[in-house]
C-alpha cells in the first residue's frame, strides 16, 4: 500500500526527535528546529503536544524516551521490490561501481515491481545516451565523484568544431527525459557552460585540486528569465493540452470570458526556439500576444511556409 | 472537527492537487469537486505540504490559489510530500516505534507474548500507560508481516517475529534520487531516500512532476500488468466528469515525455478492443483474476504498437498513410537529424542534399498534427490519406496565417 503512515513524514521527524532523545540531546527548542527542518509548516502544533503530554507514549514530560535502541527501520516489500525494478534500468550501471545492485543479498528472491520493458516513453526521442558504453559510464562517475567533492575535471571535448579540453567544476548533471540524455552544469574560468555528457571524450581528476567548489540548487539552474504570453481558446481541450504541456515550467493562467484564456509562462531564454516550436504544434487554438519578439518569432515561421507554397 | 495536517484518504486532495498546479485559476465557488468546507480543508493541507510554491490572486469570482513550481528548481518531487501525509492513531505510533524497538537486531526472535512482556517496560516508563489488548497487537504483527516490516517464521507451534535483514543502500543513493524522478511510481523511491543521508546533484529538465498525483493507480495497473492479470477500473469522463466502470487486461503503461500524461494501454474486455486510458482520470483500480490469453493480447499490442504514434487506436482498425517532405538549408542539417530522433514509428528518407521525406502509417493521424506543425516554415509537400485530417491540417495552418496577419 503506497499511502501508509510508515512512509509519513510525521514518522520520520518522530524518529530523529527520538534518537535526540534518547543521547539526553533533547530540547524544546531542538524539537521545534527539527521538525521545522522536516515536517509541514504546521506540524510542530501536533507534535510537540502529542510527545510532551506523553499522548503518544513515546516520550515523557522531561523528553525522556524509553526508545533506546531505535535503529532505521526495516525497508518494506514495496521499497525492496521499487530497488529491484530500478537494478534492472540500463541506465542503473551508470551508477554501480563495485557492487550491483540486482547482487544484493537482500534482493535476491524480490520480484520487480516492474520490468522497463512495460513501460513505453512513446514520444522519447530516439537518439539517447548510450548508457552502456563504457567509456560514457566512466565519464559519468568521475562527473559524479567530482560533483560530491566539488572537485575540479580536466575534460576533453567533442564541439562542433573539433576537440576542446576545458578544466571546469562540474556541479550538477542535468537529465531530460524528453531527450533521454545527460548534460553536465559546469563553472570554469568563463562562467558556466553546459556540455553534452555523450559528447565527452575524456575526463580525469583536474589540475585545479586544490580548490573546491560547490554550488546550492538555487544557484545551480538558471530558472525562467524570460516571459511569454499566450491566449487561447477551449477547444479540442486545448486548455487542458496546454496546461499540462508546459506544467513544468512555471506558469499563471486566468480566464478572460467563457472560453479564453491566458497563459503567461516563465522560460529560460536559451530554450526559446524550442518554446516557438511547441507554441506552433497547438496551431490556431493558441496564440502568443506578448512579447512583440516572440510574436514575430512566430509570423517569420509562419511567412516563411506561406512563400513555401507560393 | 478540529483541523489536522494529516489525512486518511488521498483520493480528495489528489483532485485538489491537481486543480491547484495544472489549472489554478478557478475560484472556492467554481471549485464544485465536494463542498466550501472540503475546500477550505484541501487548500490548507496543500498549503501546509507545499506552502513555499502557493500562491493567489483575486479574479472576478474571488480568490483564485494556484500552485506555481519551475519542475528545475527542485531536486525532488514537491509533490511527493502528500503522499507522506497518511494518518495515524495513538496506538499506530506508540506500537511502530515500541516494537520495533523491541525486535532492534535481526537475531531477536520473539513470540507475539514475549512482545507483549517486554512492551510492559515501556508502559511502566509512563504515568497512565496506553492500554492495547491482545488482538489490536496481534493485528499490527500482521500488518507488519505483511508489509515486510518483519519476518514471522514458524518455530514447532510457536510463531516468532524478527527484523528482515536491511540492505546497505548508501552506495545507491544517487541512484536511488535518480530513479525517484525519472521512474514510474517514483514516490516509493522518494521514501527509501527519507532514509538516506541528503544531497542532491540532479537537476531535471523537461520534468513533469504532475504524475506523483497518480501513483497508486500507476502501481497497481503495473502490478496487475506483471502478474498478467485483469483490472477492475472506475473511471471518469474528461468533461462531464460521469464515472463508469471497466475491466481491462493491462498489457503497457504508455508515458509521454513531452506533457507528462500517463496510459495505461490494454484489452477492453466489454468493448473487445485495445484501448488507452488517461491515469489521471481512472479513480481506482482493483486486480482481478490472471487472464489467461494474456501472451496473446500482449503479442497483439506489439503489433499494433508499430502503427501507433501517440496512445490512439482511432476508429475502424484501419490505417491512414501519413507523407510529408521538408527542406532544409545546407546548413541546417540539424533538420533532418531532428526527423529521425522524433520519428517514432515513422520511417525518414533523405531525398537530397536538403530535403527529406517522413512516411507512416498510424490508426490516428490527428495525432500526428501538433508534430507536423513544429516544420512549418519547412513543408514542402504534405498528403494524408485521410482527406479530413489533410483538409484540418490546412485549414488550421489558414487560421494561423490569419491569426498573425501573415498576408500572401
Redesign the interface.
Known amino acids: 500500500?503506497?499511502?501508509?503512515?510508515?512512509?509519513?513524514?510525521?514518522?520520520?521527524t518522530?524518529?530523529i526527535l527520538?534518537k535526540l532523545a534518547a543521547k539526553g540531546e533533547l530540547t524544546e527548542k531542538r524539537m521545534r528546529q527539527e521538525i521545522k527542518a522536516h515536517a509541514?509548516?504546521?506540524?510542530a502544533l501536533?507534535i510537540i503536544p502529542?510527545l510532551t503530554s506523553?499522548?503518544?507514549?513515546?516520550m515523557?514530560r522531561e523528553l525522556?524516551?524509553?526508545?533506546?535502541?531505535?535503529?532505521?527501520?526495516?525497508?518494506?516489500?514495496?521499497?525492496?521490490r521499487?530497488?529491484k525494478?530500478?537494478s534492472q534500468?540500463p541506465?542503473?550501471a551508470?551508477?554501480?561501481?563495485?557492487?550491483r545492485?540486482s547482487e544484493?543479498?537482500?534482493?535476491r528472491a524480490v520480484?520487480?515491481?516492474?520490468?522497463p520493458e512495460?513501460?513505453?516513453?512513446?514520444?522519447?526521442?530516439?537518439?539517447g545516451d548510450p548508457y552502456r558504453d563504457h567509456r560514457y559510464q566512466e565519464v559519468f562517475r568521475r562527473l559524479?565523484k567530482s560533483?560530491?567533492e566539488g572537485s575540479a575535471v580536466d575534460i576533453l571535448y567533442e564541439g562542433p568544431r573539433g576537440i576542446k579540453s576545458y578544466s571546469c567544476f562540474p556541479y550538477?548533471?542535468?537529465?531530460?527525459?524528453?531527450?533521454?540524455k545527460f548534460?553536465v552544469?559546469v563553472k570554469w574560468s568563463k562562467g558556466t557552460m553546459t556540455l553534452n555528457l555523450a559528447r565527452i571524450q575524456e575526463a580525469a581528476p583536474g589540475t585545479e585540486q586544490a580548490q573546491t567548489y560547490k554550488m546550492s540548487?538555487?544557484q545551480?539552474?538558471s530558472?525562467?528569465n524570460s516571459k511569454c504570453v499566450l491566449e487561447l481558446v477551449d477547444e479540442r481541450?486545448a486548455l487542458?493540452?496546454v496546461?499540462?504541456?508546459f506544467?513544468?515550467?512555471?506558469?499563471?493562467?486566468?480566464?478572460l470570458d467563457g472560453r479564453h484564456?491566458r497563459v503567461t509562462l516563465?522560460y529560460d531564454h536559451n530554450d526559446e526556439t524550442e518554446l516557438v516550436?511547441?507554441i506552433?504544434?497547438?496551431?490556431?487554438m493558441v496564440?502568443v500576444v506578448e512579447p512583440e519578439s516572440f510574436?514575430n518569432l512566430?509570423?517569420?515561421?509562419?511567412?516563411?511556409?506561406?512563400k513555401?507554397e507560393? | 472537527m478540529a483541523y489536522?495536517?494529516?489525512i486518511k484518504n488521498?483520493d480528495r486532495i489528489r483532485t485538489y492537487m491537481r486543480e491547484f498546479?495544472?489549472?489554478?485559476?478557478?475560484s472556492r465557488s467554481e471549485i464544485s469537486e465536494k463542498s466550501i468546507r472540503s475546500y477550505d480543508e484541501e487548500r490548507r493541507h496543500i498549503?501546509?505540504?507545499l506552502?513555499e510554491h502557493m500562491?493567489f490572486?483575486i479574479?472576478p469570482e474571488g480568490k483564485?490559489v494556484?500552485l506555481?513550481?519551475?519542475?528545475?528548481?527542485?531536486?525532488h518531487n514537491p509533490l511527493y510530500?502528500a503522499?507522506?501525509?497518511?494518518?495515524?492513531t495513538?496506538g499506530?505510533?506508540?506500537l511502530?516505534?515500541?516494537l520495533?524497538?523491541i525486535l532492534?537486531?535481526t537475531d531477536i526472535l520473539l513470540t507475539q507474548q514475549e512482545i507483549m512482556e517486554r512492551m510492559e517496560?515501556?508502559?511502566s516508563?509512563?504515568?497512565?500507560?496506553?492500554t492495547l489488548d491482545e488482538s489490536t497487537i496481534r493485528k499490527k504483527l500482521k500488518e507488519y508481516t505483511q508489509?515486510?516490516?518483519?519476518v514471522s517464521e514458524k518455530q514447532g507451534r510457536r510463531v516468532l517475529y524478527h527484523?528482515?535483514?536491511?540492505?546497505?543502500?548508501l552506495?545507491?543513493r544517487?541512484?536511488?534520487a535518480?530513479?525517484s524522478e525519472?521512474?514510474?511510481?517514483g514516490?516509493?523511491?522518494s521514501?527509501?531516500l527519507?532514509?538516506l543521508p541528503e544531497?542532491?546533484?540532479?537537476?531535471?529538465?523537461?520534468?513533469?512532476?504532475?504524475q506523483a498525483m497518480d501513483?497508486?493507480v500507476c502501481?497497481q495497473l503495473?502490478?496487475a500488468?506483471?502478474e498478467g492479470r485483469f483490472a477492475a477500473m472506475k473511471t471518469v469522463t474528461?468533461r462531464s466528469k460521469i464515472q463508469r466502470n471497466t475491466v481491462i487486461t493491462p498489457l503497457?503503461?504508455?508515458?509521454?515525455?513531452?506533457?507528462?500524461?500517463q496510459y495505461i494501454?490494454g484489452w477492453d474486455v466489454l468493448e473487445k478492443q485495445m484501448k488507452s486510458y488517461r491515469l489521471d482520470y481512472i479513480r481506482s483500480v482493483k486486480p482481478g483474476e490472471v487472464d489467461a490469453d494474456f501472451k496473446e493480447k500482449k503479442g497483439l499490442l506489439l503489433e499494433m504498437?508499430k502503427h501507433?504514434w501517440?496512445?490512439s487506436f482511432g476508429t475502424g482498425g484501419s490505417l491512414t498513410h501519413v507523407e510529408f517532405t521538408v527542406?532544409f538549408g545546407a546548413y541546417e542539417q540539424y533538420i533532418y537529424?531532428r526527423l529521425?530522433?522524433?520519428?517514432?514509428c515513422g520511417k525518414v528518407e533523405r531525398l537530397s542534399q536538403n530535403t527529406a521525406r517522413f512516411t507512416a502509417d498510424v490508426y490516428d493521424s490527428t495525432e500526428m498534427?501538433?508534430?507536423i506543425?513544429?516544420f512549418?516554415?519547412?513543408?514542402?509537400e504534405l498528403h494524408i490519406s485521410d482527406p479530413a485530417v489533410e483538409k484540418k491540417f490546412f485549414d488550421?495552418?489558414n487560421?494561423?496565417?490569419e491569426?498573425?496577419?501573415?498576408d500572401?
Not at chain 2, 503522499?83 to 495515524?88: A, L
Not at chain 2, 508489509?147 to 518483519?150: A, E, P, R, V
Open positions: 500500500m503506497l499511502f501508509s503512515e510508515i512512509y509519513s513524514t510525521y514518522y520520520k518522530v524518529s527520538l509541514y509548516g504546521e506540524s501536533t502529542a506523553e499522548q503518544w507514549q513515546l515523557n525522556q524516551t524509553p526508545i533506546v535502541h531505535q535503529k532505521e527501520r526495516p525497508y518494506t516489500n514495496l521499497e525492496l521499487f530497488l525494478t530500478i534500468d541506465r542503473m551508470l551508477f554501480e561501481t563495485e557492487t545492485l544484493l543479498e537482500e534482493l520480484k520487480p515491481l516492474f520490468l512495460d513501460v513505453v516513453y512513446f514520444d522519447q526521442y530516439l537518439d559524479l560533483i560530491h550538477r548533471l542535468e537529465y531530460s527525459e524528453k531527450d533521454d548534460r552544469l540548487l538555487s545551480a539552474v530558472y525562467g481541450n487542458e493540452r496546461l499540462l504541456h506544467a513544468h515550467l512555471e506558469k499563471t493562467a486566468e480566464q484564456y516563465l516550436i511547441r506552433l504544434s497547438f496551431g490556431p496564440r510574436v512566430i509570423r517569420e515561421r509562419l511567412y516563411a511556409q506561406r513555401l507560393q | 489536522s495536517e494529516l488521498f498546479y495544472v489549472y489554478g485559476f478557478r498549503e501546509d505540504y506552502g500562491g490572486r479574479g483564485q494556484f506555481s513550481i519551475d519542475a528545475r528548481s527542485s531536486a510530500s503522499w507522506k501525509s497518511k494518518s495515524f495513538d499506530d505510533i506508540f511502530h516505534f515500541t520495533l524497538d532492534h537486531d517496560d515501556y508502559n516508563f509512563f504515568a497512565n500507560p496506553i508489509l515486510g516490516l518483519l527484523r528482515p535483514p536491511r540492505p546497505a543502500l552506495p545507491f544517487d541512484a536511488i535518480f530513479f525519472v521512474e514510474s511510481c514516490v516509493v523511491g521514501f527509501l527519507d532514509t544531497e542532491d546533484v540532479f537537476v531535471y529538465k523537461h520534468h513533469y512532476i504532475t501513483s497508486q502501481l503495473l502490478m500488468l506483471r474528461r503497457k503503461l504508455y508515458v509521454s515525455t513531452q506533457n507528462g500524461r494501454v504498437g501507433l501517440g496512445v527542406g537529424e529521425l530522433r522524433e520519428r517514432r498534427l501538433p508534430w506543425r513544429s512549418i516554415c519547412r513543408i514542402l488550421d495552418l487560421a494561423m496565417y491569426m498573425y496577419s501573415v500572401t
